[in-house]
C-alpha cells in the first residue's frame, strides 16, 4: 500500500475530526475532565507532569488522554500509544499497531457481582494486537468512554499503515 505524507498537525486534525464523530459533539462540549479527552483540554499541571515522563519524538504530538485511574493514563499522539503509569511508561506505534481486540471479558466481577463492559464506572482488560501477533493487555474504563477509546483508537491502524 503507498503512503502518504502528513504532517504531525494534520494527523491530528484528523484524529480529533475521528472523535467528535463518535461524540456528535463540537470540541466546545469538551472540558477536559472528561475521562477520555482532548490533551490540550487537560490542566495545566497533569499536561507538564505527563510530557516530562514521556519521551516524545521532535515532531510527535499528544492528542488525547484516557484516565485509566490511579495515575495510569494512555496518551494517543500523532505517532502511538503510551500507557504512563504509576511506575512505568510502556508505547508502541501506530505502524505496529494491527487492531484492538477488545476487552479480554465481556464480564467482570466487582465486589462478587457480574457486571458487563458496557457498564460506566469500572476498569477491565483490554487487547491491542500488533502485527507481530502479540497482544497488550492495559486496564481501561468500561462503558462509553472505554468504547470511545475503542472507536477512536481503532482508526489509529490506519495512520500506522497510510501516512508517513
Not at 494527523?11 to 475530526?17: D, E, K, P
Not at 483540554?41 to 515532531?59: G, K, Q, T
Not at 493487555?137 to 462509553?144: E, H, K
Request: hydrophobic content about 40%.
Amino acid at each position: 500500500m503507498a503512503k502518504f505524507f502528513k504532517t504531525p498537525d494534520q494527523i491530528a486534525a484528523l484524529m480529533q475530526h475521528w472523535f467528535l464523530s463518535y461524540y456528535r459533539e463540537d470540541i466546545d462540549f469538551f472540558s477536559g475532565l472528561e475521562t477520555f479527552t482532548f490533551f490540550d483540554l487537560v490542566h495545566e499541571d497533569l499536561r507538564l507532569r505527563l510530557l516530562r515522563r514521556v519521551n516524545l519524538e521532535e515532531s510527535e504530538k499528544p492528542v488525547f488522554l484516557l484516565n485509566c485511574d490511579n495515575d495510569v493514563f494512555v496518551l494517543n499522539t500523532t505517532h502511538r500509544f503510551i500507557r504512563v503509569g504509576e511506575t512505568d511508561v510502556e508505547s508502541f506505534f501506530y505502524t505496529d499497531f494491527d487492531w484492538h481486540v477488545g476487552y479480554k471479558s465481556i464480564a467482570i466481577t466487582i465486589n462478587g457481582k457480574l457486571k458487563g463492559v458496557k457498564s460506566d464506572g469500572y476498569f477491565a482488560e483490554f487487547g491491542l494486537r500488533k502485527h507481530s501477533g502479540e497482544i497488550v493487555y492495559w486496564l481501561i474504563p468500561t462503558g462509553r468512554r472505554g468504547f470511545a477509546f475503542w472507536n477512536v483508537t481503532k482508526k489509529c491502524a490506519l495512520i500506522g499503515r497510510k501516512y508517513l
